[in-house]
T-cell receptor, first 112, second 110 residues
Framework: AQSVAQPEDQVNVAEGNPLTVKCTYS??????LFWYVQYPNRGLQFLLK??????LVKGSYGFEAEFNKSQTSFHLKKPSALVSDSALYFC??????????FGAGTRLTVKP | NAGVTQTPKFRVLKTGQSMTLLCAQD?????MYWYRQDPGMGLRLIHY???????AKGEVPDGYNVSRLKKQNFLLGLESAAPSQTSVYFC?????????FGPGTRLTVT
C-alpha cells in the first residue's frame, strides 16, 4: 500500500537558517509525492509535487524538495527560514484510487 | 472562481443527532474526496467519488454516508453522530494529480 512517514513531530529552527522537514515513502510503482502546508484554522495549501523528472523540485514560497529514490525520501527544504513559515507540514503520496495518503504532519516553528 | 467551499464552518452536535456537510467546487473536477483530520494522525480518507453518481469507501468510512448527485457537489452525512466523530473535516477535488482543499468544517459531538 502507498504510504508516507514523517519521522519528526516538531522541527525548530532559527530565522535565517536552512530548514529541512523529512519524509520517507513506501509505494508500489512510481511515486507521486506532494507537500502541503496548513496554517492555523485553515485548509491545506499545495506547496510542490514530484511526478517525474528532476529530483530537485521547486515549489511555492521558496520551498523545494529533493526526491531520493535509493533512500525512498522526499525531504522538504528551504535555504533561509522565515518566522511566517511556522505551520504544519504534510507529506503525501497519491494512492491507488487517486486519493492522497498523508503523513502525520510535522510542526515547524521558526524562532526570530 | 471560489475553488472548493464547505458548509458549515463549525457545528456542535449531540450524540445521536444527524447532519450533512456540503462540499461544492466550481472547477469542473471529476474527483472529489472527504477527509477527516485528527491530531497526530494527518488526514484520513473517508469516502471519495470519481464522478457524478459514483461513490466509494476510503480508509475510515464507518458511520458516514456520501452522495454525489451533481458533479459540483459532494455531501457527507452522519446519521447518528458519536463523540469519536469529533474532528475537522476537509473536502478536496481534483482533475488529475493535484488536489484542491476546502477550508474545513470543525465538528464537535458531545
Amino acid at each position: 500500500a502507498q504510504s508516507v512517514a514523517q519521522p519528526e513531530d516538531q522541527v525548530n529552527v532559527a530565522e535565517g537558517n536552512p530548514l529541512t522537514v523529512k519524509c520517507t515513502y513506501s509505494v508500489s510503482g512510481n511515486p507521486y509525492l506532494f507537500w502541503y502546508v496548513q496554517y492555523p484554522n485553515r485548509g491545506l495549501q499545495f506547496l510542490l509535487k514530484y511526478i517525474t523528472g528532476d529530483n530537485l523540485v521547486k515549489g511555492s514560497y521558496g520551498f523545494e524538495a529533493e526526491f531520493n529514490k535509493s533512500q525512498t525520501s522526499f525531504h522538504l527544504k528551504k535555504p533561509s527560514a522565515l518566522v511566517s513559515d511556522s505551520a504544519l507540514y504534510f507529506c503525501a503520496v497519491r494512492g491507488l484510487n487517486n486519493d492522497m495518503r498523508f503523513g502525520a504532519g510535522t510542526r515547524l516553528t521558526v524562532k526570530p | 472562481n471560489a475553488g472548493v467551499t464547505q458548509t458549515p464552518k463549525f457545528r456542535v452536535l449531540k450524540t445521536g443527532q444527524s447532519m450533512t456537510l456540503l462540499c461544492a467546487q466550481d472547477m469542473n473536477h471529476e474527483y472529489m474526496y472527504w477527509y477527516r483530520q485528527d491530531p497526530g494522525m494527518g488526514l484520513r480518507l473517508i469516502h471519495y467519488s470519481v464522478g457524478e453518481g459514483t461513490t466509494a469507501k476510503g480508509e475510515v468510512p464507518d458511520g458516514y454516508n456520501v452522495s454525489r448527485l451533481k458533479k459540483q457537489n459532494f455531501l457527507l452525512g452522519l446519521e447518528s453522530a458519536a463523540p469519536s466523530q469529533t474532528s475537522v473535516y476537509f473536502c478536496a477535488s481534483s482533475w488529475d494529480v493535484e488536489q484542491y482543499f476546502g477550508p474545513g468544517t470543525r465538528l464537535t459531538v458531545t
